[in-house]
């Protein structure tokens, strides 16, 4: 599943969903805070809408990011697009 096509899922899953609901917390698993050492493995809650606000600015960030990337930027290129996209 290409990203366009996960954000229209996202749009589509969000019209079917009642207002009340969307402000109902959804757990999350496996949450990593990388900034401990050791890293520490958290499980976190959060309202589905912030959740699909977050993929929303991700997804703008990165075509954003994407937009800027020069052929010269080999870590972008090489490593952080083909970790993102399909078509890295």
Known sequence: MNTDMFFSFLDEME???PEDLKDE???IK???NLKTSPA?????SMAYGDIVLMI???HDY?????????????LWNAY?????????
């Open 40 to 44: 520490t493995q958290y499980e976190v």
């Open 25 to 27: 917390p959804v757990r």
């Open 62 to 74: 990165l075509k954003n990011q994407d937009a800027k990337a020069t052929e010269e930027d080999i």
């Open 56 to 58: 929303a600015v991700l």
């Open 80 to 88: 952080y697009k083909g970790q993102i996209s399909e078509d890295g």
């Open 30 to 32: 496996g949450a990593y």
């Open 15 to 17: 019209k079917g969903i």
